[in-house]
Antibody, heavy 121, light 107 residues
Framework: QVQVVESGGGVVQPGGSLRLSCAAS????????VHWVRQAPGRGLEWVAV????????YFIDSVKGRFTMSRDNSNNTLLLQMTNIKIEDTAIYYC??????????????WGQGTMVTVSS | DIQVTQSPSSLSASVGDRVTITCRAS??????LNWYQQKPGQTPKLLIY???RLQSGVPSRFSGSGSGADFTLIISSLQPEDFATYYC?????????FGQGTKLEIK
């Protein structure tokens, strides 16, 4: 079954750390860049970060640069989003999503169900 | 960063209506524009990619058009299951920004 499944969300205090995981199955994981998109309660979608298929390149939105890192293990079809120095405004559902890679086409065509991160003291 | 502006932010319509949602990018993004549908409590679903290509399994009443900076999503005849929030997204330049969403409600 082609899917991505997130885990690792929970309640964390401001300044704390959390590690989100995304487990993929049913497709050639190493061929696909993978993104994190988040959605704060009652708000729209916000793109957060991407990691290339080979894991060598990452890119983050300015608001999380220096606090979030991404890595992937293509042998186990998993990737990680390490969140540190977490802020209240990081509270959101975090979605793992696959980017299609084809000439002229690069939409996010596979989404997980999301994992909720709640930042609260 | 590229700004993506959707309009309207909300819309009331009836079953059978034709609905148009627009998306404007702050610079030329060619046809790297995608549309997603999200229903309450559900994950986003890809509808249209590369501005005008219908994702497999999506009903043909959905269509997209545009290039450069101006794009349109049209639902030709609204069905009850189409009431949801729609997002456009540019995927030409990182960060891949989303529009603020258009909430489509039943009139």
């Amino acid at each position: 079954q082609v899917q991505v499944v997130e885990s690792g969300g929970g309640v964390v205090q401001p300044g704390g750390s959390l590690r989100l995981s995304c487990a993929a199955s049913g497709f050639t994981f190493s061929a696909s860049p993978v993104h994190w998109v988040r959605q704060a309660p009652g708000r729209g979608l916000e793109w957060v970060a991407v990691i290339s298929g080979d894991g060598l390149n990452t890119y983050f939105i300015d608001s999380v640069k220096g606090r979030f890192t991404m890595s992937r293990d293509n042998s186990n079809n998993t990737l990680l989003l390490q969140m540190t120095n977490i802020k209240i405004e990081d509270t959101a559902i975090y979605y793992c999503t696959r980017q299609r890679v084809k000439s002229g086409q690069n939409p996010f065509d596979l989404w997980g169900q999301g994992t909720m991160v709640t930042v609260s003291s | 960063d590229i700004q993506v502006t959707q309009s309207p932010s909300s819309l009331s319509a009836s079953v059978g209506d034709r609905v148009t949602i627009t998306c404007r990018a702050s610079r030329d993004i060619s046809t790297f524009l995608n549309w997603y549908q999200q229903k309450p409590g559900q994950t986003p679903k890809l509808l249209i990619y590369s501005a005008a290509r219908l994702q497999s399994g999506v009903p043909s009443r959905f269509s997209g058009s545009g290039s450069g900076a101006d794009f349109t999503l049209i639902i030709s005849s609204l069905q009850p299951e189409d009431f949801a929030t729609y997002y456009c997204q540019q995927s030409h330049f990182l960060p891949y920004t989303f529009g603020q969403g258009t909430k489509l409600e039943i009139k």
